[in-house]
């Protein structure tokens, strides 16, 4: 199993250039995330897809849309970039039956840098 | 508002010895927690987690404490070895049909074990 992978690894934008991180899945789960990661900050959840076919904004979701594709793949759009975009970006997935907390598993990461 | 804080940017250890790393939370909805370590240029990997119904978990060399009444987590790491050396993430989440397993972070401590 390959568990959470990403595309790409690492990216340079222009500002107000688009493009789309890619996330994909190999171990049945339900649901998805996507996080950025800022020094100081932590993990902040951007959006996320609690099943297949639903998305939700998380704690910073502007400036950015989501797909979940199908039960595998979720994707992170970036409409128009700009600067404050720049961090490194998780996606991360994990099963929820019944209301459960279940561990998150998560992708090796994109570095994207806005210029 | 920061609901989950990790009030230590850093700490260094010398091998061999314990490590303890703290973790306070504000929300009392949160019931499950989580330990994540991270490498630099990879994704964050589960450590350790405990529910709220209990006070302690232990896998190997590492414990988790939970003061529910303090809303405050430790982790302990005994022996600490030089590949502990990492950026350690805290997690919390609460059960329920709502959370769809949300994890609030905190900002990270970065241990660092010397031989």
């Known amino acids: 199993n390959a568990g959470v992978t990403q595309t790409p690894k690492f990216q340079v934008l222009k500002t107000g250039q688009s493009m789309t991180l890619q996330c994909a899945q190999d171990?049945?789960?339900?649901?998805m995330y996507w996080y950025r990661q800022d020094p100081g900050m932590g993990l902040r959840l951007i959006y996320y897809?609690?099943?297949?076919?639903?998305?939700d904004k998380g704690e910073v979701p502007n400036g950015y849309n989501v797909s979940r594709l199908n039960k595998r793949e979720f994707s992170l759009r970036l409409e128009s970039a700009a600067p404050s975009q720049t961090s490194v970006y998780f996606c991360?997935?994990?099963?929820?039956?019944?209301?459960?907390?279940?561990?998150?598993?998560f992708g090796p990461g994109t570095r994207l840098l806005v210029l | 508002d920061q609901q989950v804080k990790q009030n230590s940017p850093s700490l260094s250890v010398q091998e061999g010895r314990i490590s303890i790393l703290n973790c306070d939370y504000t929300?009392?909805?949160?019931?499950?927690f989580l330990w994540y370590k991270k490498y630099p240029a990879e994704g964050p990997t589960f450590l350790i987690s405990?529910?709220?119904?209990?006070d302690k978990n232990e896998d190997g060399r590492f414990t988790v404490f939970l003061n529910k009444s303090a809303k405050h987590l430790s982790l302990h790491i005994v022996p600490s070895q030089p590949g502990d050396s990492a950026v350690y993430f805290c997690?919390?989440?609460?059960?329920?049909?709502?959370?769809?397993?949300?994890?609030?972070f905190g900002q990270g401590t970065i241990l660092t074990v010397h031989p």
């Open positions: 991360a997935s994990t099963r929820i039956f019944g209301g459960a907390v279940e561990t998150q598993y």
């Open positions: 171990m049945n789960h339900n649901s």
């Open positions: 897809s609690a099943s297949e076919g639903t998305t």
């Open positions: 929300n009392s909805m949160f019931d499950y």
């Open positions: 405990i529910s709220s119904i209990k």
């Open positions: 997690a919390a989440s609460a059960s329920g049909g709502t959370s769809y397993g949300k994890l609030t």
